[in-house]
């Protein structure tokens, strides 16, 4: 992706009243669950409940796609693809289902630009791209590829 692509850009916007919104619908039907065996105690340092499933609608994914990518960049991991990939884990999107682009090059510098996607329908990918030639974070809705992934070129394991 490049700046003067004719790409719908999109800006985060009500991305945190639906992922807030997710809450606490997570939390009414978490409520509705059988309690646990009685020999069961709960830990203090229990891991917090998983995050929910993105929203449906394409619009809507994306705006959280770009929330969590806001949100990354606006970090001092920024030039970190694993907290993409963690951050938009967290937010629901399927690890499975995710590309991301080396964060050095070949030759041991920073990477110029750092791409991530998730594979959002049998048709479409949510892509990011980050980085100091791109300046702010650009995200998009595009079309798979004929192989049936989202990024072109060489992309790292997700393997952590």
């Known amino acids: 992706m490049h700046r003067g692509s004719s790409v719908s850009v999109r800006r985060p916007r009500r991305a945190c009243a639906l992922v807030g919104g997710a809450g606490i619908l ?15 105690t709960p830990s203090p340092t229990a891991d917090p409940p998983q995050a929910t499933a993105p929203p449906m609608d394409a619009d809507a994914a994306l705006e959280s796609f770009a929330a969590v990518t806001a949100r990354v960049w606006a970090s001092d991991a920024r030039d970190r693809g694993r907290a993409y990939v963690d951050a938009l884990e967290q937010a629901g999107f399927v690890r499975d289902d995710m590309q991301v682009t080396a964060d050095r ?10 791409q991530f996607s998730v594979v959002w329908s049998r048709t479409q990918c949510l892509v990011g791209q980050v980085g100091p030639s791109t300046g702010e974070p650009v995200t998009a809705l595009m079309p798979r590829l004929a192989d049936g992934a989202c990024l072109i070129g060489r992309t790292r394991p997700i393997d952590w």
């Open 26 to 40: 997570l939390l009414a039907l978490t409520g509705c669950a059988p309690d646990p065996p009685s020999a069961a």
């Open 105 to 114: 090059s070949t030759v041991g510098n920073q990477a110029e630009s750092l």
